[in-house]
């Protein structure tokens, strides 16, 4: 299992950024900024270090924030306050060109980024399982998402992240690692065969379970706030985003983010690339990540 050290720096509002690195450091390709699930934490990204070596890429992983050693975002945030974030993060790292990787709920972020940087600076990004506005439709989405996105759309932030956190939290605090781990497999028993076959892969789960643990290291107010960015309006329209530099894959079975809502907004995003596939679900990521990296590697090499 790979692991990394976690990195921060001062944004100039003062807050605190924090990211993770993997892969192939001396990597010639531009890096790749990883937009990790929800909720969870830069540390997800390690599930990809062993392609990405493979592969000669570099991936930059950061805690959005509220998570990991991320600060909170104490002023008005919405989805598009964050790509001023990664050009901060960019620059820090003296990157003049990147590319970006989101999963799950990482993928507002990615579409933010799209609409608001320039594709001189930010060259294209693939969106994994990504949730999309939950006005194109939750039917077929699992109950508990969609009763997380319903207390999110008509409480306070605060709420939903304290209710989140009296059922995750003590887990992910305790001591012992096995108790957090034993409530993930716990849930995973009810997902579909295919999500619950990722689980039991040690290229997966141990991330998945270590980005669960980072997110709620000190409570839920990354995950409640978050949670009502997704629950609310997104500030922009998916017919805004530069889908040229858009690649979209996910699972025909998918009950996290139900297919037809990925297959509605991409409808509205005609110019993106796609790829549905039959036979998965939510953890494309995990069937999928070499074929989903070489996405990124320049064809003359």
Same mark, same amino acid.
């Given at each position: 299992?790979?692991?990394?050290? #976690? !990195?921060?720096? =001062?944004?100039?509002?003062?807050?605190?950024?924090?990211?993770?690195?993997? $892969?192939?450091?001396? &990597?010639? @390709?531009?890096?790749?900024?990883?937009?990790?699930?929800?909720?969870?934490?830069?540390?997800?990204?390690?599930?990809? @270090?062993?392609?990405? %070596?493979?592969? !000669?890429?570099?991936?930059? &992983?950061?805690?959005?924030?509220?998570?990991?050693?991320?600060? %909170?975002?104490?002023?008005?945030?919405?989805?598009?306050?964050?790509?001023?974030?990664?050009?901060?993060?960019?620059?820090?790292?003296?990157?003049?060109?990147?590319?970006?990787? &989101?999963?799950? $709920?990482?993928?507002?972020?990615?579409?933010?980024?799209?609409?608001?940087?320039?594709?001189?600076?930010?060259?294209?990004? =693939?969106?994994?399982?990504?949730?999309?506005?939950? &006005?194109?439709?939750?039917?077929?989405?699992?109950?508990?998402?969609?009763?997380?996105?319903?207390?999110?759309?008509?409480?306070?932030? #605060?709420?939903?992240?304290? %209710?989140?956190?009296?059922?995750?939290?003590?887990?992910?605090?305790?001591?012992?690692?096995?108790?957090?781990?034993?409530?993930?497999?716990?849930?995973?028993?009810?997902?579909?065969?295919?999500?619950?076959?990722?689980?039991?892969?040690?290229?997966?789960?141990?991330?998945?379970?270590?980005?669960?643990?980072?997110?709620?290291?000190?409570?839920?107010?990354?995950?409640?706030?978050?949670?009502?960015?997704?629950?609310?309006?997104?500030?922009?329209?998916?017919?805004?985003?530069?889908?040229?530099? %858009?690649?979209?894959? @996910?699972?025909?079975?998918?009950?996290?983010?139900?297919?037809?809502?990925?297959?509605?907004?991409?409808?509205?995003?005609?110019?993106?690339?796609?790829?549905?596939?039959?036979?998965?679900?939510?953890?494309?990521?995990?069937?999928?990540?070499?074929?989903?990296?070489?996405?990124?590697?320049?064809?003359?090499?």
């Amino acid at each position: 299992m790979s692991s990394s050290e #976690s !990195h921060d720096f =001062t944004l100039a509002d003062g807050r605190t950024m924090a990211w993770c690195e993997y $892969g192939d450091a001396s &990597s010639s @390709h531009p890096p790749i900024f990883y937009y990790h699930s929800f909720p969870s934490a830069g540390c997800e990204g390690g599930l990809l @270090h062993e392609t990405a %070596l493979k592969l !000669h890429l570099r991936i930059i &992983s950061p805690d959005r924030p509220g998570y990991g050693d991320s600060s %909170l975002f104490d002023a008005p945030r919405t989805f598009l306050t964050y790509p001023a974030d990664i050009i901060a993060l960019a620059d820090h790292l003296k990157i003049s060109q990147f590319e970006i990787l &989101s999963v799950s $709920g990482g993928s507002p972020y990615l579409l933010a980024c799209l609409k608001e940087i320039p594709k001189d600076r930010c060259l294209g990004g =693939t969106s994994v399982s990504g949730i999309y506005p939950l &006005s194109l439709g939750t039917k077929g989405m699992a109950f508990m998402q969609r009763a997380v996105m319903f207390v999110a759309s008509w409480t306070p932030s #605060s709420f939903v992240g304290t %209710l989140m956190n009296s059922q995750l939290g003590a887990a992910a605090r305790d001591p012992d690692p096995k108790k957090l781990e034993k409530a993930v497999m716990d849930n995973a028993k009810g997902m579909p065969e295919r999500d619950r076959l990722a689980f039991e892969k040690e290229s997966f789960k141990p991330y998945m379970i270590n980005g669960l643990r980072a997110a709620f290291k000190t409570d839920g107010s990354g995950a409640g706030f978050e949670a009502g960015l997704y629950a609310a309006d997104w500030g922009f329209k998916l017919e805004e985003v530069d889908a040229t530099r %858009l690649r979209i894959w @996910h699972g025909k079975l998918d009950t996290n983010v139900p297919f037809q809502m990925a297959e509605k907004a991409a409808k509205l995003m005609p110019a993106a690339k796609t790829t549905f596939l039959d036979g998965e679900g939510h953890s494309v990521i995990a069937w999928h990540l070499e074929d989903i990296l070489k996405g990124f590697v320049p064809a003359s090499t």
